[in-house]
């Protein structure tokens, strides 16, 4: 399939690295509480954000996702005391190179979520989504040319 | 035979023969004259070999990795760069101090090798960029000395500050541009990662991109393959590159790798306070470290 | 008596020539030479010899070779569609053309014939083209190798300066340039002398020494300063060592062959892990062993072309002509 024309019924792909400890219970308490969110996320439960290799992400631009999120507990609360504030640290590089070979910014984004925060989590993951689906499908990066 | 050289040769001798070290590394004459490969010398009767010229570009220091296990002492001669790179290692616990002794030189920027071959012997050759762009020209670390002892830094740098004119200028593009701009970079890529293994700070015992049958890398050559493998690379030596632009003179392909890796200087600069790889090894490592104050922009 | 053309005429014949065939020429893109399809405007690069060899025209460093899909319990396996136009491949330096002798000894003789390779090579047409000055790092003579004279070329062509002249040699060359007659004169015309080799290497009896030196203590010196990168084999002429790899998404797959190389640790590690060659000095040792030793015994030529192209990309002036001499001195 070629990715450079815009294929039809086009859905965004988006995978979000939800750690284990806030995140994922915060995606959890979304359910539970019946929020509506778009089904266009992929949820991969990572022990910690600061998991997230750089690899996983360039990997998930390769095999065609159109967005991705990393998303943590708050500054203060990580379950490993300070694995968020490395995340942080490479994230901003991270953010800077992509965008710097040409990756649009709204396309690799983090936030932090807490386990209470259902709501937030619903509302990160409509705009996230409606922000990509506005792009269109992403080509950069991608393994299918 | 210039002084420096006559200099380097007798330090190896003495080295040699009171048993400082049992080995000797400093680069020698190659096959063309501008051409100043690195040389092992192990007998005092082999010192003659060593050379110091406008074309002695490897980082010596690479090479003290291969040492790691190693039982004896080595001897390297160690420029501005080399030294970072020594110290930028030995931060990472790579090499142990006590085993090597360090022969400081101080440089005054070394020429352009494709220049020379394209232009001749006799013709008004450029300084490597690599070396316009240095701010520390002098050893930072050494046991021994071979400039003037009087003035230390007797090197002028050429850079008084960093200069990131180059990486403003692709920052300027649009994204698409950008975009094409590294896709036609990577897609000349041959990925023989000659700019990994002359790296400095690549010293992973076991390298990510040699693990294509655990998936980690695909073994095709194609734009998405190549730029994971320089997406990945830069993210790796980012806060360990020491800017000797070796990455960049032994690419065959002609990629200015340092366009990215001086972006991630830059970048680590601006968000994380001052810093640059390898000039104190008590100083805190930009990604080993976080300030509880770290800027906060999309979280 | 033989057919010239200015060099300027060149474009106008490569065009015409483009119209029957698929034309490649040896080019500058992007800031590296290489053999290129012929397209209006391309920067011919005809002063040097090309920095990547003509190799990958037969043997990419790429290649599809068939698709897969496993669906329910059963396999299916679709073929990938060949391209079935002719190639001509002009500007092919005398180093090169024998770096294709040693390709077909590989992809082609003692039994095994490789379809990919031989489907590329039956459909290419090749164009030597003969050298005046060598490059400092040329030393194809010592190799035994007439830089004015390709082997195995269909034609022959000469630098004459000004104008190139051309010989068809096979019937098949003959026909390309019957295809382009009107833009020939005839003339009698002199082939410049060949100028001087700065490098040279004496490989006089060196396959034959080699077999006792497995052992010798000069491949740790050799290798020291080797970074065991693939700089040199990816752009030799005449290494040809592959991988083959599935690249599988889902339920469909592709099955890859690319390039590999003896410097590198996937090359011979074992299923189990054990590493035969585990260092420096074991893979520096395997790749000269093969160029002058094991490749001259199965196929009785060296392994090596003499284009010096290793010479200029070694990061650290790892110079065969070098080892070659440290081989003869041991």
Known sequence: MSVKEMPQNWEPKILVFACNWCTYAGADLAGLSRLQYPPNIRILRVPCSGRVNPQFVIRAFQRGVDGVLVAGCHPGDCHYVSGNYFTRRR????QRLLQYVGVDPERFQARWI???????????????????????????????? | ??????????????????????????????????????????????????????FCHNNLSKYLVDLKNHEGKAAVFVKGCDSRAFNRLLQDKQI?????????????????????KELGKNSDLPKAQKCLDCQYPNPLVYDYYLGDKEALNEVAATKEAADYSDVAAIEAMSPDERYDFWTKQYDRCIRCYACRNVCPACSCRECVFDQTRVGWIGKANNSSENQFFALTRAMHVAGRCIECGECERACPMDIPIMLLNKKLVKDINELFGEYDAGIDIEGKLPLGHFDKNDPEEFM | MMKTILKAKLPEMLEQLAKEYKVLVP????????????????????????????????????????????????????????????????GVRSCDMKSID??????????????????????SILIALSCVKPMESCFCTSMGIDPQKGQGADIQAYDLGEKLAFEGITERGQEVLNKVSGMFAEEDAAIPPMGEFNLTANVEGVPEKLKNMFDHSIWDDISRKCLNCSACAYVCPTCHCFDIASEVRGEDGVKIRCWDCCMFDEYTVMAGGHQPRPGKKERVRNRFLHKLRYFPERYNMLLCTGCGRCVVKCPVNLDITNVIKKIKEA
């Open chain 2, 1 to 54: 035979m210039s002084e420096m050289t006559k200099k380097m040769q007798e330090i190896a001798r003495e080295i040699l023969v009171k048993g400082e070290a049992e080995v000797v590394i400093g680069w020698e004459k190659g096959t063309f004259w501008y051409l100043s490969p690195p040389a092992f010398i192990d007998k005092p009767e082999d010192v003659q070999r060593l050379v110091w010229d406008d």
């Open chain 3, 102 to 123: 040693c390709l077909d000894q590989v992809f082609l003789t003692k039994g095994f014939s490789d379809p990919f390779y031989q489907d590329k090579r039956d459909r």
């Open chain 3, 27 to 90: 080019a500058k893109l992007e800031g590296v030479s290489r053999f290129a399809a012929y397209r209006e405007n391309l920067e011919l690069a005809l002063d040097e010899n090309v920095t990547m060899p003509p190799k990958d025209i037969f043997f990419p460093q790429t290649e599809e070779m068939y698709k897969f899909a496993a669906k329910d319990q059963s396999l299916e396996i679709e073929e990938i569609p060949q391209d079935e136009k002719l190639q001509v491949i002009f």
């Open chain 2, 96 to 116: 142990a101090r006590e085993k090597v002794v360090l022969i400081g030189i101080p440089c005054p920027g070394l020429l352009d090798q494709d220049k020379a």
């Open chain 1, 91 to 94: 994230y901003l590089l991270m």
């Open chain 1, 114 to 145: 807490s386990g209470s925060e259902g709501p937030k989590f619903q509302q990160v993951v409509t705009q996230i989504t409606e922000e990509i689906r506005a792009m269109g499908p992403n080509r950069k990066l991608r393994d299918a040319q």
